[in-house]
T-cell receptor, first 113, second 115 residues
Framework: ETGVTQSPTHLIKTRGQQVTLRCSSQSGHNTVSWYQQALGQGPQFIFQYYREEENGRGNFPPRFSGLQFPNYSSELNVNALELDDSALYLC????????????FGPGTRLTVT | AQTVTQSQPEMSVQEAETVTLSCTYDTSESDYYLFWYKQPPSRQMILVIRQEAYKQQNATENRFSVNFQKAAKSFSLKISDSQLGDAAMYFCAYRIKAAGNKLTFGGGTRVLVKP
């Protein structure tokens, strides 16, 4: 059974650009959540996808968007990058939307210059 | 607003000794889960222990135990017989059962283990 994987590991972008981060869920998991973790802080919930539909969103602007595919892998897209978007982006998968246990990936470190 | 507060930015413990990390939270909900996660330098969040709010008995997982005080909205983590591998950031978090898998995290406590 493979764990949650994310790609790329590190990424450097320029302000105003767009970025796509990818997450491969643990086998059999149909729910994925994305979190933003700024340096020295706890993660903040961005949104959750359950069976390809967004079904929960945190306090993030619409330029943060996502997709979940039929194989339950997922993407996080961020448009019009700002310097404050520099952070570690974590995805977490779970068996279902009501599961108490989530399995986190190692994250993607995004730096916006 | 629902918040989680970890008042200790950093805690140091001697190997084989015990350390307690504090966490308080604020929610108007009655049905929720509480968690402690460990984040080592590898960055991957690892679940240490969880507690269901309706259970009065404190959860225990090997060397890790919690002191859950629901009325005080307090959820501390005790690490016994500390090991070098316990060195990491520790995050307290909660999840409201009706809110899907959304976790609300505290700011974290760094645990240093001295040999």
């Amino acid at each position: 059974e493979t764990g949650v994987t994310q790609s790329p590991t590190h990424l450097i972008k320029t302000r105003g650009q767009q970025v796509t981060l990818r997450c491969s869920s643990q086998s059999g998991h149909n729910t994925v959540s994305w979190y933003q973790q700024a340096l020295g802080q706890g993660p903040q919930f961005i949104f959750q996808y359950y069976r390809e539909e967004e079904n929960g969103r945190g306090n993030f602007p619409p330029r943060f968007s996502g997709l979940q595919f039929p194989n339950y892998s997922s993407e996080l897209n961020v448009n019009a990058l700002e310097l404050d978007d520099s952070a570690l982006y974590l995805c977490a998968s779970s068996l279902s939307a009501g599961s108490y246990e989530q399995y986190f990936g190692p994250g993607t470190r995004l730096t916006v210059t | 607003a629902q918040t989680v507060t970890q008042s200790q930015p950093e805690m140091s413990v001697q190997e084989a000794e015990t350390v307690t990390l504090s966490c308080t939270y604020d929610t108007s909900e009655s049905d929720y889960y509480l968690f402690w996660y460990k984040q080592p330098p590898s960055r991957q969040m690892i679940l240490v222990i969880r507690q269901e709010a309706y259970k009065q008995q404190n959860a225990t997982e090997n060397r890790f135990s919690v002191n859950f005080q629901k009325a005080a909205k307090s959820f501390s983590l005790k690490i016994s017989d500390s090991q070098l591998g316990d060195a990491a950031m520790y995050f307290c978090a909660y999840r409201i059962k009706a809110a899907g898998n959304k976790l609300t995290f505290g700011g974290g406590t760094r645990v240093l283990v001295k040999p």
